[in-house]
């Protein structure tokens, strides 16, 4: 499973596990300090309605020593002192409602259900204080209410230290009820020796009760010098000796009963109600100050813990964000130059070296430069990033010498075709006319001129090769053609020869001569696809007229059309034609006849025909025709004809467009001919052996000189006359070499 994870997961996963770690150690330690803060965040909002219980406790201890004091003595400065301990005893009994509340909010529901019901019992003290007013309680019902209300509350106090807010802070309240303890006894001891010297008696049950008030105080001050948290041990040092002779006047004013139950004879209620009040004010003095050093010390101890927290939490937040960003620096250091080289291989993979195939098929397009990836790193990443260069760099090296090499070795391929089938070609034509020039049997005559067009087939598809292949052999001071020769020869090279028509073409008009073969193996190739792609029955037209450029040829057929699409296409071919060498295309005739355009400076396109079928529009600059006229004034006086250098056109083809245009004769280059134009044997002909046309050839069908229609001819009458014209016009036009046939070897 780990083998399929991603690197970044990997990383992560090596750096997550020490994290997770931390986290196992630093979160029982925040548990820890949360149970801390709220253990004391308990403690703090206890100690508010365990200081207003312990000031209810202090409150009521007066009012009943008072109360029994009352009832015992009648003594009206007694209910003075009485009715003011009553309102301070109701002053303490007002927040003790939101003390309830507020316990039961802070986890002590124990000590909330105590005051609840220190409530009710206090509701009923009402009716206690009017029976104490008509001093018609007893003193043992008073003594006892009272210390039964003390009791209760003694006991909220303990129900305090028993919730639930950690070990301190239970020690700390503990002390407090040990002090409301100690001050309940000390109030129950004053209590009751004060109904005794009041009533001059002591009876045993006070005594009982006196020797357990005793009893209990001093447990309690001992609980406290013993077990009491060192600041309340201190406290109690140091308060004690403050009324330490209050304590020792109480002491021997006391032994007495306890030791005989018997009460001192000079000793007045007032007296020991003073000092043992001066006693247990000290205590409650010392109570208070307990209570309130415990209030700062629980918020000390809350504010510590809650900074505990934050400072403990912060710290392992900081730590793990530390290790997060280490983590995430370090993976983004090791994952980015890795996504990097990820990315350039997959762009390299996907793009670069499909465009550098691509650039294989098109032998135009430059080869694509690949990015080399750029990782600075010098890990092992950086060196497998320069590997990776490398691999680029010297695909790109054998991708371009693949090129190369197919593109060379491709036209090496078709020059050498060429070059080894001409020769034999030429042999083998210059065979057939010597064969031709013999034989009188018209079977075998037709038999053999169907060879020599085969043939002549043959060479152009080698002289297709070699344009295919880039060889330009063209040849400088060649004599001018006619323009309707050079069109009749490329008819002769075509298949359906028979289809093949002509209109309006200038016969004075001629191709300069270094273009005339090219121009004849343009115009064979765009014939031949007019003828071959359109109907045996139809008719392929030839037809040219002057353009202010120069000349324009158009060829028309009748065929069933191309696409717009699929004609843009050929036109762009046409206009931009690919480089030598290997050449990938269904079109291979319009490359060869894109390339030869580009070569002798024509320019050739294909529209749709007006009616139907497709047309092809070669377009001759000035510089390629010229009028016969300024050739025909330089022959001597002997006929023989003077070789002109290719130049400029002589005369303004635009110029003579101005003139009234001649009807366009449309004629077979077949068509038989009267006997004036050496339409038979024997008359005018050239040294190539064909007719010569005279200016008079071809009479318009409404002109004076039209002498009916021309005899017909057969077809093979008509192949003879064409043949013989293309035998001459190679004759005339032979390349060096092409008697050698090892000349492309």
């Known amino acids: 499973m780990l083998r399929n994870l991603r690197f970044r997961t990997k990383l992560m996963l090596i750096v997550a596990i020490p994290m997770i770690a931390a986290l196992v150690v630093t979160i029982p330690g925040l548990r820890t300090r949360v149970r801390d803060l709220d253990a004391s965040t308990q403690a703090r909002d206890q100690a508010g309605p365990a200081a207003h219980v312990h000031t209810f406790l202090d409150r009521i201890d007066d009012e009943g020593s008072l109360s029994a004091w009352w009832v015992a003595s009648g003594d009206p400065q007694v209910r003075a002192r009485l009715r003011a301990a009553r309102l ?105 020796l004060a109904v005794a010297l009041a009533r001059n008696t002591l009876p045993d049950a006070l005594v009982s009760d006196l020797v357990a008030a005793v009893t209990t105080q001093n447990a309690a001050r001992s609980e406290l010098e013993t077990q009491g948290r060192p600041n309340t041990r201190a406290a109690v040092l140091t308060g004690t000796n403050a009324f330490r002779g209050a304590t020792d006047e109480v002491k021997q004013r006391r032994a007495p009963v306890l030791s005989g139950g018997t009460l001192p004879s000079t000793l007045t209620p007032t007296e020991w109600y003073s000092t043992a009040s001066a006693q247990l004010e000290g205590w409650q003095t010392l109570g208070s100050r307990v209570t309130a050093g415990i209030d700062r010390e ?260 009748q065929g069933i059309g191309i696409p717009s699409d699929r004609m843009q296409a050929l036109n762009a071919l046409l206009e931009d034609p690919p480089p030598p060498g290997l050449v990938l295309s269904r079109s291979l005739g319009l490359v060869v006849v894109a390339r030869l355009a580009q070569r002798i400076g024509a320019h050739v396109r294909l529209q749709s025909a007006p009616d139907v079928g497709t047309a092809a529009v070669v377009t001759l600059p000035r510089v390629l025709v010229a009028e016969a006229t300024a050739r025909s004034a330089t022959q001597s006086t002997t006929g023989t004809p003077v070789v002109a250098e290719p130049g400029p056109p002589t005369v303004d083809l635009v110029a003579a467009e101005a003139e009234p245009e001649p009807v366009p004769v449309v004629a077979a280059v077949g068509a038989d001919r009267p006997a004036s134009d050496g339409g038979a044997p024997g008359g005018d002909t050239t040294a190539a052996g064909l007719p010569r046309r005279s200016q008079s050839t071809n009479p318009l069908p409404d002109s004076p000189d039209a002498v009916g229609p021309p005899p017909s001819r057969s077809p093979e009458a008509v192949f003879e006359l064409v043949a013989r014209y293309e035998a001459g016009r190679r004759r005339a036009g032979s390349r060096p070499g092409d008697d050698d046939p090892e000349a492309g070897a």
């Open 88 to 192: 301070a005893t109701d002053r303490a009994v007002h927040p003790l409602a939101a003390a309830e509340r507020d316990a039961a909010d802070a986890g002590a529901p124990k000590a909330a259900r105590g005051i609840h019901d220190l409530r009710e019992s206090i509701a009923l003290l009402g009716q206690q204080r009017q029976f104490i007013d008509l001093r018609l309680s007893p003193d043992a019902s008073v003594l006892g209410s009272f210390r039964s209300i003390a009791q209760t509350t003694t006991g909220i106090l303990d129900a305090f230290a028993g919730a639930p807010q950690g070990a301190a802070a239970s020690i700390m309240f503990r002390d407090i009820s040990t002090l409301g303890r100690l001050g309940s006894a000390l109030a129950d001891e004053r209590s009751i």
């Open 298 to 557: 629980l918020e000390q101890r809350h504010d510590d813990a809650r900074s505990n927290l934050i400072a403990v939490g912060v710290g392992s937040i900081a730590v793990l964000l530390l290790a997060a960003g280490s983590a995430f620096v370090i993976a983004r250091a090791t994952t980015r130059p890795l996504r990097q080289l990820a990315d350039n291989a997959h762009d390299v993979a996907t793009r670069q070296l499909p465009a550098l195939v691509d650039a294989l098929h098109d032998p135009k397009a430059p080869p694509p430069t690949i990015t080399p990836i750029v990782v600075k790193s010098r890990d092992e990443l950086g060196a497998l990033a320069k590997a990776f260069n490398d691999v680029e760099r010297t695909t790109v090296k054998v991708a371009e010498l693949q090129r190369e090499t197919v593109r060379t070795g491709i036209s090496d391929l078709y020059v050498n075709l060429a070059r080894r089938n001409q020769p034999l070609l030429t042999r083998q034509l210059a065979l057939v006319e010597d064969l031709e020039r013999d034989e009188r049997d018209p079977e075998r005559l037709g038999a053999l001129f169907t060879l020599d067009h085969l043939a002549t087939r043959m060479r152009r598809n080698s002289d297709s090769l070699l344009v295919l292949a880039g060889v330009d052999e063209r040849t400088s001071g060649r004599t001018p053609l006619p323009l309707l020769d050079v069109i009749r020869g490329a008819v002769s090279e075509t298949t359906d020869f028979q289809r093949i028509d002509t209109a309006g073409i200038p016969a004075q008009v001629e191709v300069v001569g270094y273009a005339t073969t090219d121009l004849a193996h343009l115009l064979s190739e765009l014939l031949e696809n007019a003828a071959s792609f359109s109907t045996p029955a139809s008719r392929v037209v030839v037809m040219a007229r002057p353009v202010e450029s120069g000349l324009e040829l158009t060829i028309s057929d």
